[in-house]
């Protein structure tokens, strides 16, 4: 197949899950065409099977805001047109679908065919599309996708009733790479890379996100500050966002930042990943958790908040922790359990990564979405 993926590019879960997908369907034999404003940070420009092509956005005067979305539409049916692209692929309602629906809508005017497929990722449904600004586009837009998929059964019941859809939306979780995000085989190198961060046997806590205030990256330096008093142990952040200037000021305060090291975007999370003991993941909403899941694979148990799709990916108590949103001394006290019992620690860290390889490798979810891309093409016009 020929298929087109449009995604935010940026540092994000959709974004992430998106190029993923990309490059798996690409190493599978199909022919992927990313279509969007810039190359996603994931791709390196040298994966077979896959182009990019972006989408340029003119400043006239007259415009006080770049109608991105306009000229999205107008490149998504030229790339589809010259490329013969079997369906679109778009990652995110808001304006994916509204820009990929008026480029189905152009190619129609002229006898071509372009089916599109719709993915919902979490705050394009809990957050912006319920802004009474979009939630009617947003509505009429993924009622008229040809194809719509969720990322947790949490956020299909919550598109179904705070949208009133009443089309068919299948679940497709997110997925790792189980060949990518994988633990050390060999111990004794695990502990000689873990001493970039630690030494004399200290603990590793990890924390991956974008660092807005749904993250509470904060919260993640509090529970820090806890434990610390309690277990030997440094805090790992990666990531970069509008939070990260609060949890500075608020390590400088506590007087423990020099045990947090703030690394900022990086590109190679599976390599840092398995150093960790343990993932910390206090948001306040999660509509999946891609982080904790690459953590999974990683062999690395994530604490978290028992929140959004949180539960369907972490089984409370074997593979993960689950607590209520600002429970600092709960999840303190839960880090500190499993860092002082290493028996039940390394209980965990193989059931983590057991769960990972199962339910949620690339290899199973991949197949679902060509799957699902082969029935939505089968379906009448």
Request: charged share 20%.
């Amino acid at each position: 197949m020929r298929i087109g993926i449009t995604c935010y590019p940026t540092y994000g879960g959709s974004g992430v899950v998106a190029t993923e997908l990309g490059i798996e369907l690409a190493a599978a034999g199909h022919e992927v065409h990313f279509i969007s404003y810039s190359q996603p940070f994931r791709l390196n420009g040298r994966n077979e099977g896959i182009f990019y092509h972006e989408v340029p956005v003119s400043n006239y005067p007259l415009f006080e805001f770049p109608p991105y979305d306009l000229a999205l539409a107008s490149r998504m049916a030229e790339v589809a047109e010259f490329n013969d692209l079997d369906l679109l692929h778009v990652h995110y309602a808001i304006p994916h679908s509204v820009s990929a629906l008026l480029a189905r809508q152009m190619l129609a005017s002229r006898g071509r065919r372009l089916p599109f497929v719709t993915t919902l990722h979490g705050t394009d449904i809990t957050l912006v599309g319920l802004d009474r600004s979009y939630l009617p586009i947003t509505q009429y837009a993924i009622q008229e996708s040809d194809g719509v998929t969720s990322i947790s059964s949490y956020l299909k019941s919550k598109t179904v009733v705070d949208f009133g859809i009443t089309r068919e939306i299948d679940v497709i979780p997110n997925f790792v790479n189980c060949d990518v995000y994988t633990p050390f085989t060999d111990e004794a190198v695990r502990a000689e890379a873990r001493r970039r961060f630690a030494k004399n046997g200290e603990a590793i806590l990890i924390h991956l996100s974008n660092f807005r205030p749904v993250k509470r990256v904060v919260d993640v330096v509090k529970v820090f500050a806890r434990v610390v008093r309690e277990v030997p142990a440094q805090l790992v952040l990666v990531g970069d966002g509008p939070d990260r200037s609060a949890a500075e000021w608020l390590a400088h305060e506590l007087g423990i930042h020099e045990r947090i090291h703030f690394l900022g975007k990086q590109e190679r999370v599976n390599e840092l990943l398995p150093l960790a003991d343990l993932m910390l993941m206090p948001s306040e909403l999660e509509s999946f958790g891609l982080a904790a899941l690459e953590a999974m694979a990683c062999k690395v148990p994530t604490i978290a908040t028992r929140v959004g799709g949180v539960p369907e990916l972490i089984d409370d108590g074997v593979t993960g922790l689950l607590f209520p949103v600002a429970a600092l001394d709960a999840m303190a006290a839960g880090v500190i359990g499993l860092l002082q019992d290493r028996s039940r620690l390394e209980t965990m860290r193989d059931a983590a990564r057991k769960t990972a390889r199962t339910r949620f490798c690339a290899t199973m979810m991949v197949p679902r979405y060509v799957g699902y891309y082969e029935s939505v093409l089968n379906r009448p016009a």
